[in-house]
T-cell receptor, first 114, second 112 residues
């Protein structure tokens, strides 16, 4: 069965610090990968996605993620965080041929100190 | 604006009561989904509908039923609410596997 693991449940950073959130998945076949962000009190919004091509994908608000197939990883990065990046971040995996189901990680809460 | 609309936004139920959560999308998406979000557990799929006229169980379907009324609407029904169903419920839709979800704003349900 597919699963998604996000290593850090809570991360606290100061503004301008660099961010990397880990995400690993378990599935041996072809996958589509996503990162979503949920700002306090809001619904989830898509940050970026990977389904083929360049393994380094860029999303909105300066975020990027790198797909490393050999490590089953899809880590999210941002060179310099802002206070407004305070939110919860979810990694998600959709396996091709796995039907229409997407599996979400448990989420990482990021708090950025001003 | 185009998107996913959910109603109600908040609801308090007594144990044993029933209710239906409504969801509608105006993006002409074929597939629609119901997730529940609980602290520390991410989002778990309750039911989904790959296309109009079809529905399938997700990870946590027990205690729920769904109806895909037409291409736009996908409702979630709790027949006899239990405290374990206290959660935030999100409806979502998407164009296909390689596209991300568009989520509704959520329904915060408390069962007492």
């Amino acid at each position: 069965a597919q699963s998604v693991s996000q290593h850090n449940h809570h991360v606290i950073l100061s503004e301008a610090a660099s961010l990397e959130l880990g995400c690993n998945y378990s599935y041996g076949g072809t996958v589509n990968l996503f990162w979503y962000v949920q700002y306090p009190g809001q619904h989830l919004q898509l940050l970026l996605k990977y389904f083929s091509g360049d393994p380094l994908v860029k999303g909105i608000k300066g975020f990027e993620a790198e797909f490393i197939k050999s490590k089953f990883s899809f880590n999210l990065r941002k060179p310099s965080v802002q206070w407004s990046d305070t939110a919860e971040y979810f990694c998600a995996v959709n396996a091709l041929g796995g039907g229409f189901k997407t599996i979400f990680g448990a989420g990482t809460r990021l708090f950025v100190k001003a | 604006n185009a998107g996913v609309t959910q109603t109600p936004k908040f609801q308090v139920l007594k144990t044993g009561q029933s209710m239906t959560l409504q969801c509608a999308q105006d993006m002409n998406h074929n597939s629609m989904y119901w997730y529940r979000q609980d602290p520390g557990m991410g989002l778990r799929l309750i039911y989904y509908s790959a296309s109009e006229g079809t529905t399938d169980k997700g990870e946590v379907p027990n205690g729920y039923n769904v109806s895909r009324l037409n291409k736009r609407e996908f409702s979630l029904r709790l027949e006899s609410a239990a405290p374990s169903q206290t959660s935030v419920y999100f409806c979502a839709s998407r164009r296909g596997d390689t596209y991300g979800y568009t989520f509704g704003s959520g329904t915060r349900l408390t069962v007492v």
